[in-house]
């Protein structure tokens, strides 16, 4: 099945199995880094879902996490000292 293609975007669809399975399309995963064995993760958002590859997820979260925590790290020292933190 073929893609249809907006720019920065794209649109693909898939059937719904009888135990709720999907097959992601293979561009989908392409695009979002997915391969066999990968997790995923689902972001529900006012009567729509996102997937995300849920290693990009984590470490994007992570990341949030750590500038709302502190702004003044600077050095590999405050790093420690702030993993040893929590």
């Given at each position: 099945m073929a893609a249809a293609t907006i720019p920065n975007t794209f649109i693909d669809n898939a059937k719904v199995m009888a135990k709720g399975q999907v097959t992601i399309p293979k561009d989908v995963r392409q695009v979002l880094g997915i391969s066999n064995g990968s997790r995923v993760t689902f972001l529900v958002e006012n009567?729509?879902?996102r997937l995300i590859n849920s290693a990009v997820y984590a470490?994007?979260?992570m990341q949030h996490e750590m500038k709302s925590e502190s702004t003044d790290l600077q050095t590999e020292d405050d790093v420690n000292k702030l993993v040893k933190a929590t």
């Open positions: 009567g729509s879902v470490m994007e979260m």
